[in-house]
């Protein structure tokens, strides 16, 4: 987890860099605070999925889990930035973020580019591994030979 942690945390400054750039152009545009935060969210995140997908968690993701996600991090970094309207709102922004990243990596590994949360014990990538594994062995035409095989050793 703590590799998966740190790519997701450079992945972060990237998008970061990417959301601070948009709500700065967007409030200088006169924008709402609490408009461009939700906006300049979804700008990051849509370069997150990609390499969160392919670099942080080694795993194919779930768009519409990803919008889910990624729409509940804008919703909340709205509010938080209409509730926080009383101080300066670059500080209000980065603090929001803060929040929203914490929240939106919980729900990325366990639900986006996980399989749901983890059993007990298993960590999701070992259990990713295992179920991919499954999924192919399922498909070889040696393993459903020997599948047959087998069944009809039981049957006689």
């Known amino acids: 987890m703590r590799g998966e942690l740190a790519r997701f945390l450079l992945v972060g400054v990237a998008n970061t860099a990417l959301s601070f750039g948009a709500y700065a152009a967007l409030t200088a545009a006169a924008a709402p605070p609490a408009l461009a935060a939700a906006a300049a969210f979804l700008a990051g995140a849509a370069n997150g999925y990609v390499l969160n997908g392919r670099w942080?968690?080694?795993?194919?993701?779930v768009l519409g889990r990803y919008l889910v996600v990624q729409l509940g991090g804008a919703a909340a970094a709205s509010a938080e930035m209409w509730l926080l309207a009383g101080i300066r709102h670059f500080l209000a922004y980065a603090l929001?973020?803060?929040?929203v990243t914490s929240a939106t990596f919980v729900a990325l590994r366990r639900w986006t580019f996980g399989n749901g949360p983890p059993s007990r014990g298993v960590s999701l990538r070992s259990r990713q591994i295992r179920l991919t594994t499954a999924a192919k062995e399922t498909r070889s035409p040696w393993t459903a030979a020997r599948r047959q095989k087998g069944a009809?050793?039981?049957r006689a």
């Open 56 to 61: 942080t968690f080694r795993a194919p993701g």
């Open 152 to 154: 009809s050793r039981a």
């Open 96 to 99: 929001t973020t803060a929040c």
